[in-house]
């Protein structure tokens, strides 16, 4: 295995998008910021140097690295942020992981303009497990703002806790030919006729999951959040914020030019982004039709289209490729997914939420409350008194009938730095019941430090008896992200080997920031390879 390096300068830069200027952070002035490459089990050192006006940090997102939580990134979670003029260097280390993952700032909605491909080659001698593409390409699915990002969500906090959703979204960067102001450019693949292509898709994007397809052409799905998957040939995919996709394109249609676009996919009256973002495919050597087709997406609420493909998606499960999927576990949490309406005196303007909040975000009811300083060195130094307790529970305080009405039991959320505390080892079942409650949506739920097999999700109410009967323990997907419905549930199974603290949360930023996060701290194992390392040297000092 090797060693890499990279260094990645913060700092604002003027970008203008839909004909709106604004300086944003970018990494390296780049937007998508730059790819990293590697191979399974390599490491990469990051020199991450802040040049902006406020703390930052970087995640790898996906990327497990054992032992070794220091290098994870979320804010006030394993680290504090990197001020302004500092630096610091994270060591992303590389384990089982092949395929695409990616990297974003993790400090309340950075990851808008702070992000970019992580790319994951098989080991030298190694190939993939389906034939070698003529060409590789990297397709990144972004939320652009019109406004400063940093600004939107601070004001929304000031005036109820619901931003704007944001004005478009971008293909490499680029929003394409459907948005005002958007003719100046447009992402162009190019491909040569007969050949074939791997593209590795991240959707980024802040808060809606996303159709994406490309015009007159069916493609092969291959790998999922950097795990083989069964390949699946379809003319579009449903992507939630979060995942990454990689599909391979062959170039076998009549050599001209075809739309690729991405329309947001949500079943929910909340505030969403309804726009289309598009990009090129371009046959070498073709001319220019009179009109470019257009795929044809699902609609925004076609629920039935959405869950045909998600519930497509098995693992390769080969022999060069097995999966280890607990059969038997040690431990269930059973975690309810809300969001949480809540009270608000009209007089004077306040509600129940955090910061006089309108809405707020929870699991198992309890809205999570972002510490000041990082719960891992707080827990690595074994302080008896921080700022945060480790009772979240393994089910919720009351029982009701979550995808019905009966909701008033959820009104008022706790708030909450609640950690839950799992055994080195533990063949851990998570069970995400989504409830009907305030806004309800589908939740693109995150581990950090893990991927998880999908064993099993449905509409409705879980049932201890008869869902677990529905499992498949054979070819479940393993992934890092999965999206649960709103009106049902979705199981995860993994085994608790990475010791750490590592973050839980939704993925689309709003639920987030309004505290459906809560915290896995997973203790150290027996021996010296089975505990969290010591600290790097260098971490960032906490205010
Ligand atoms: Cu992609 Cu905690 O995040
Ligand atoms: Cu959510």
């Known amino acids: 295995s090797n060693v890499h390096h990279y260094s990645f300068i913060l700092k604002e830069t003027n970008f203008t998008r839909l004909c709106f200027e604004k300086p944003m952070l970018t990494v390296n002035e780049q937007f998508p910021g730059p790819t990293i490459h590697v191979r399974k089990g390599d490491t990469a050192f990051v020199n991450v140097h802040n040049d902006g006006k406020y703390g930052i940090t970087i995640h790898w997102h996906g990327v497990k690295q054992p032992n070794n939580p220091w290098s994870d990134g979320p804010e006030n979670i394993t680290q504090c942020p990197i001020q302004p003029g500092k630096n610091f260097t994270y060591e992303v280390i590389f384990s089982d992981e092949e395929g695409t993952l990616w990297w974003h700032a993790h400090s309340d909605w950075s990851r808008a303009t702070v992000h970019g491909h992580i790319v994951i080659l098989p080991e030298i001698g ?17 939320s652009w703002f019109n406004t400063d990002v940093k600004e939107l969500i601070d004001n929304a906090t000031l005036i109820g806790g619901d931003p704007d959703p944001s004005d478009g979204f971008t293909i490499n ?24 292509y791997l593209f590795r898709l991240v959707n980024g994007v802040m808060n809606e999951e996303m159709f994406f397809g490309i015009a007159g052409h069916n493609f092969t799905v291959v790998a999922q959040d950097a795990a083989y998957i069964k390949p699946i040939v379809t003319s579009y995919i449903m992507i939630t914020p979060g995942q990454t996709m990689d599909i391979l394109l062959t170039a076998d249609q009549s050599p001209s030019s075809y739309y690729i676009a991405a329309s947001p996919f949500f079943d929910s009256n909340a505030p969403f982004d309804n726009t289309t973002t598009t990009a090129i495919l371009q046959y070498t050597n073709a001319t220019a039709p009179s009109s470019i087709p257009f795929p044809s997406l699902p609609s925004t609420t076609d629920k039935e289209s959405a869950d045909n493909f998600t519930s497509k998606i098995k693992a390769l499960a080969s022999e060069e490729h097995p999966i280890s999927v607990p059969q038997n576990i040690t431990k269930r949490i059973f975690i309810t997914v809300s969001v949480n309406q809540l009270p608000c005196d009209l007089v004077n303007g306040t509600c129940g939420g955090p910061n006089g909040n309108r809405l707020a975000a929870s ?5 999570f409350s972002t510490p000041t300083t990082d719960i891992l060195q707080q827990y690595y130094s074994m302080l008896n008194d921080t700022s945060f307790d480790t009772d979240f529970p393994s089910q919720p305080a009351v029982l009701f009938n979550f995808t019905g009405d ?5 009104i008022l959320p706790e708030v909450g730095t609640k950690a839950k505390l799992v055994e080195y080892g533990a063949s851990v079942e998570i069970v995400y019941q989504g409830t009907n409650i305030g806004n309800a949506e589908n939740h693109p739920m995150h581990l950090h430090g893990y991927s998880f097999y999908v064993v099993g999700s449905a509409y409705g109410n879980w049932n201890e008896t ?18 649960v419905p709103k009106n049902g549930w979705t199981s995860i199974r993994f085994v608790a080997n990475n010791p750490g603290v590592w973050f839980m949360h939704c993925h689309l930023e709003r639920h987030a920031s309004w505290g459906m996060n809560t915290v896995l701290i997973v203790k150290n194992g027996p021996t010296n390879d089975t505990k969290i390392r010591r600290p790097p040297a260098n971490l960032p000092i906490c205010a």
């Open 126 to 142: 190694k190939t993939y497990p389906f034939p070698e593409p003529y060409a590789e390409q990297t397709i990144f699915l972004a």
């Open 406 to 410: 009966d909701a008033d039991d959820y």
């Open 173 to 196: 960067g680029w929003p394409g030919a459907l948005y005002n102001c958007s003719n100046e450019t447009i992402s162009t693949f190019g491909v040569e006729y007969g050949k074939t």
């Open 363 to 367: 699991l198992n009811n309890i809205s």
């Open 466 to 483: 008869t869902s677990p009967d529905t499992y498949n323990l054979i070819d479940p997907p393993e992934v890092n992200t999965i999206g």
